[in-house]
């Protein structure tokens, strides 16, 4: 996301407090903007569908988006990894007119094998045609908004990235409220997907106005799997790492069998949910300041490198990269760390606010750190593929999942006291992992560098 990030950063060197705000409240809106729109959709669907919905067609309702979310972030992260490193590809060999072509290939991909998988999943939920029509639709849009988020660092106009979820997120709300007053569940389901298709069609207008294409469509990214497989893996195993918890607890004893294949945890989820709001300023630090800054500094050290500069040089420029990442984090830290505190020490106000149970307050504080601990984590994993470092994020990823696993089941075998801890040991562990292996690649980065690359024989 460093390509927008230099964009939104000219709000921020604005001389005024307006500036200011409104390049943080974007960024916000363009990192989180899937996350935190619905959330907040959800929420409000929520509360105006209590006179309509009996009880169980509410929890289905809820049920029915949470997990069109976990589904299409596990399944379309298998191509996410894969395609943002083929179009960095391509955009530093300076070719353009290769993302719309890329985009559509991937469409076409999501939109036939999300609709394949969604019809057949839905339908062991409830088997009647227009819930199953309508939650698939809701399913493969999602799925093609998170594909659409890799493509929009590249564009220049932001605000129709802002404006297309704001205006979305107005028209699922509203939609939603019309169509469920006069047909109940598939009503509110239906508008909800209504405003998320609105905000897909903004994001995939901004892409075709802003870039040429050579051809129509392109699945040469298809050729990365093969080159980059722990790419693929990497991308599934980071997003079921996020999702296992709670699948976990939906099957375990303290979860509850909405229908079919749905469960839910309300205790559980709810807290979490709400915990994961914390990160939105931590995200949108990250993508106007500190991705922007050490963009500059990897940039520096690579071209030395490929200008052949002295050794001295190149690691005057790799001190440069350790300092700046220090400083960049050492703030991230403190504005995070500052929020989650003040959530924390006003857990009692927010449990009250949103109308959670009383038992919810200790998963609800245990969430917050948890959620510090994950932007962290998720953070490092990106700083880490910015190094080639791929083989080490992945194993990274494979060892939250198997702790997160390992940790949640003995929580549940423990019992509610113990609930969250699984999650909070998942990431505390991987994050210190990660952290020292970071570290000693960092120290050895220009040895790593040049012993990477590929010895070819030369004939004499």
Known sequence: MAGIGFRLQKLLKEDSYTGLLKGYLF?????????LTSIICIALLGIVSLPVLSSDDYLLFRSTIVHIFALSLIFTGM????????LADRLFLKEPGSLIPCYVGLLVITVIGQSVLGSIFFYHVVPQWRYVLVATSLYVTISCL???????SATKNYMIIVWGFIIGSLVSFFAGYYLGERFGLIGYLLGFEIGQFTIFQFLLASLLREFDFFKPMD?????????????????????LGVWIDKFLFWFSPYGTQIKGFFHNCPLYDTAFFLAYLSIVPALSIFLVQVETSFYHRYRDFYALIIRKASLERIEQAKESIIIDLKASMMALI??????????LIGAVNVITIVKLQWAQLFIFKIGLLSAFLLIFFQLLIIIMLYFEFRKEALWLTVLFMAVNI???????????????????????VCLLVGYLIFNRKLDNLEFLTFASQPIRKVEI
């Open 27 to 35: 960024s916000a809106i363009i990192s989180s903007g899937p996350m």
């Open 79 to 86: 191509f996410q990894m894969i395609v943002t490193r083929y």
């Open 146 to 152: 998170w594909n659409t988020m890799i493509f929009i």
């Open 219 to 239: 699945f040469n990214f298809l050729h990365y799997f093969k080159k980059y497989p722990e790419l693929c893996a990497l991308g599934c195993a980071i997003n």
């Open 334 to 343: 403190k504005v995070q760390g500052f929020i989650s505190i003040l959530m």
């Open 406 to 428: 390992a940790a949640t089941l003995a929580s549940i075998h423990l019992g509610f006291r113990s609930f969250g801890y699984g999650f909070f040991a998942a990431c505390f």
